[in-house]
């Protein structure tokens, strides 16, 4: 990276350079040319008024040129063209006619001209400035050896090569120390990472000059933290399972060994009564009821747990649905001396008639369980807004204020004796509560001990409606 960086930067600064020295050239050629003309007006201006043309203006010109004590090679023509004077020929009787030379032209033209071109007189590439005398009879030419920038190029070389080595050099140096401010950040970045293999990984990401790189530090530090966060998850939801199947195995093996007891009891003949007999078989069937009940909560419960309850969803009428439920505990009720009560509204909707159906049971079975003699239940199904709202209120035993949190929980029982006899499992709130949590409602207990709860729920609906 820190090479492609130094490779790119000097490609573009050795292009910025190019550029600039192009521009550079053409336009401090023109200046250069411009400038030299100018100097060149003034001194055929001086000439011009030097002159006497009624004398010999050839030898007044070779002595101007004397004079001046340079180069520079004067020539006075007529109007026609034709050589009057030349400093550089040494018969002008020779010299052709110069009409058709474009300084001239232009001096005929418009009083004054210039040209470049090579001389083959001179063999040299020539500058000529011709411009129209005073009196207007003559035009008075001045011409120079002219390079342009080349001739100065000598001069400028050695100067601009140690500015462009030591630019160069500068140019490599940033680019050196600004990909070394990219590339250290990004490797301690990298190790700081690497803290992820630890047991208890903590990671410490500095704070750097260029805020992309503080962005990944900072991404990278809340990945780090939501893989944590999952990790810690994982690690609860492992105990919960590890706790809920080392919690279901207790539960089972006490009716197994209650089952095992009797059995050997029977098997030994030690039940020697009729009596004794009869009643260790009721309580074999006792305990297998309890089994059997204790497995389907634990099926039911597992698979709500790991969403793989496949979920049938029809229309369910929840009016009948409630009597058939009601119907089914009626029994139970009669046995435990409690009159129900229900206002159903008729309503219909889409949804799991089995998990409705559990979960209306697991609610008014426990009301009538956790009931006194004569005591009553109050089923209450509406729709209000665009939420079903259950309501299940008794006037039993209550729950009290500490148990009231606990109630949800996994094989949790206020008096495991009362739950068992009536065939409880610990698992039936628990259960209510999933569902709950699968229709994304809510769940809401009041109670008080001696008077009675009261458990609502709300479901929320889409498209359904009262009939
Ligand atoms: P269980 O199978 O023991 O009934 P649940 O999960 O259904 O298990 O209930 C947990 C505990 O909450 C019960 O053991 C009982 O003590 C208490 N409970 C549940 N419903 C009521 C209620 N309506 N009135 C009083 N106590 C209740």
């Known amino acids: 990276m820190k090479r492609a960086m130094i490779q790119r930067f000097i490609a573009v600064l050795s292009l910025a350079l190019v550029v600039f020295g192009m521009i550079s050239y053409v336009v401090s050629g023109n200046r250069l040319l411009d400038n030299t003309i100018v100097n060149m007006r003034q001194v055929i201006g001086s ?14 010109v070779k002595e101007i040129q004397k004079a001046l004590k340079n180069n520079l090679r004067i020539t006075v023509l007529k109007n026609d063209g034709s050589v009057v004077a030349d400093t550089d020929a040494a018969d002008i009787e020779m010299l052709s006619n110069h009409s058709d030379r474009d300084e001239v032209k232009q001096a005929l033209k418009n009083g004054f001209g210039y040209a470049t071109r090579y001389s083959d007189t001179l063999s040299e590439k020539m500058l000529y400035v011709a411009e129209q005398t005073q009196n207007g009879a003559y035009i008075v030419r001045v011409s120079i050896e002219y390079q342009g920038l080349t001739d100065y190029l000598r001069i400028l070389l050695p100067p601009l090569l140690i500015a462009i080595i030591f630019v160069f050099a500068a140019a490599m140096l940033v680019a050196g120390r600004f990909s070394y401010t990219v590339t250290k950040p990004l490797g301690e970045i990298a190790e700081e990472m690497l803290h992820i ?7 410490d990401f500095k704070t750097y000059q260029y805020e992309e790189l503080n962005i990944i530090s900072y991404t990278t530090d809340q990945l780090i933290n939501e893989i944590k966060e999952n990790m810690d998850r994982l690690d609860f939801e492992k105990k919960v399972r590890q706790e809920f199947f080392s919690n279901a195995s207790h539960e089972l093996k006490t009716p197994i060994t209650s089952i095992k007891g009797y059995t050997e009891l029977l098997q030994n003949n030690l039940a020697n009564s009729e009596e004794t007999k009869k009643d260790c078989i009721q309580r074999i069937i006792r305990e297998t009821d309890h089994m059997t009940n204790l497995i389907n909560d634990i099926l039911m419960i597992s698979k709500l747990e790991t969403k793989e309850l496949s979920v049938d969803i029809s229309e369910v009428r929840i009016a009948p649905l409630l009597a058939e439920v009601l119907e089914s505990l009626q029994p139970i009720a009669i046995q435990n001396e409690v009159t129900l009560h229900q206002d159903c509204q008729p309503i219909v909707m889409q949804d799991s008639v089995d998990q409705l159906r559990e979960l209306l049971s697991n609610l008014i079975m426990n009301a009538i369980k956790y009931n006194r003699p004569g005591g009553d239940v109050w089923v209450t199904i509406i729709k209000q807004s665009s939420e079903m709202t259950i309501t299940v ?26 739950s068992k006899k009536s065939g409880g499992t610990g698992l039936g709130l628990s259960i209510v509560k999933h569902i709950v949590s699968y229709h994304s409602g809510t769940l809401e207990l009041e109670s008080e001990l001696g008077r009675g709860s009261t458990f609502t729920i709300r479901i929320p609906m889409q498209n359904e409606n009262v009939v």
């Open 47 to 60: 000439i011009d008024y030097a002159l006497d043309y009624n004398e010999d203006v050839n030898s007044q």
């Open 393 to 418: 209120k008794d006037n039993g035993i209550g729950i009290s204020e500490e148990d009231k949190a606990r109630v949800f929980e996994r094989f949790y029982c206020v008096d495991k004796g009362r």
């Open 197 to 203: 293999r630890s047991e208890e990984p903590e990671f």
